[in-house]
């Protein structure tokens, strides 16, 4: 079946660093884009950033483009969430979800979560 | 960027009662909608994805219509494990934005 688990969460202070990972099975990860998606407490979802299934391509929320870079190693079954310049505002339950479609470029839904990581943005 | 506005913000039903969720769209996004079910502490789930398709083991009291700006999720038939948060979400674009979500409470 497959499975997301996202790992690399956890408190930082305002303008450090953070990487997410997030381990992908039960499927053919490499065919998949993936995408990563955010909760802030008590708030509703926001989009992120995703990356194509062959690391072809990547799009960004304009909340965080400039600081934050998705990247994936197929070889590993993982993608991963670089963030830069953290601000408290970041601070959110992370989730990582697979693009609904396989092998593709066009926008489509997401059909798997991850249980999603909790990162907290704090002096 | 395309904003998606759902309506009502919360909603109060009883088991069995019929619900009705809304969703606009500030422009056309043909039928490129999903719906997302969320219950406290656990990730989202799709419900529906190209505004009616049912994703596979979704329960068919759940149906959804609408097309360019104006969506609708229905429940014909509310059900204890029902109550949770429902997202609508336009992937037309490269943005994926989402609603700000309805909450189903027990009434």
């Known amino acids: 079946q497959v499975q997301l688990v996202e790992s690399g969460g956890g408190v930082v202070q305002p303008g450090r660093s953070l990487r997410l990972s997030c381990t992908a099975s039960?499927?053919?990860?490499?065919?998949?884009?993936m995408h990563w998606v955010r909760q802030a407490p008590g708030k509703g979802l926001e989009w992120v950033a995703v990356?194509?299934?062959?690391?072809?391509?990547?799009f960004y929320a304009d909340s965080v483009k400039g600081r934050f870079t998705i990247s994936r190693d197929n070889s590993k079954n993982t993608q991963y969430l670089q963030m830069n310049s953290l601000r408290a505002e970041d601070t959110a339950v992370y989730y990582c979800?697979?693009?609904?479609?396989?092998?593709?470029?066009?926008?489509?839904?997401?059909?798997?979560w991850g249980q999603g990581i909790l990162v907290t943005v704090s002096s | 960027d395309i904003q998606m506005t759902q309506s009502p913000s919360t909603l109060s039903a009883s088991v069995g009662d019929r619900v009705t969720i809304s969703c606009r769209a500030s422009?056309?996004?043909?039928?490129?909608l999903a719906w997302y079910q969320q219950k406290p502490g656990k990730a989202p789930n799709v419900l529906i994805y190209?505004?009616?398709n049912l994703e596979s083991g979704v329960p068919s009291r759940f149906s959804g219509s609408g097309s360019g700006t104006e969506f609708t999720l229905t429940i014909s038939s509310l059900q204890p494990d029902d109550f949770a948060t429902y997202y609508c979400?336009?992937?037309?674009?490269?943005?994926?934005?989402f609603g700000q979500g309805t909450k189903v409470e027990i009434k």
């Open positions: 039960g499927f053919t990860f490499s065919n998949y884009g």
């Open positions: 190209q505004v009616s």
């Open positions: 990356i194509w299934y062959d690391g072809s391509n990547e």
């Open positions: 979800a697979r693009h609904a479609i396989a092998v593709a470029d066009v926008p489509y839904y997401f059909d798997y």
């Open positions: 422009q056309n996004i043909r039928t490129w």
């Open positions: 979400q336009e992937y037309s674009s490269y943005s994926w934005t």
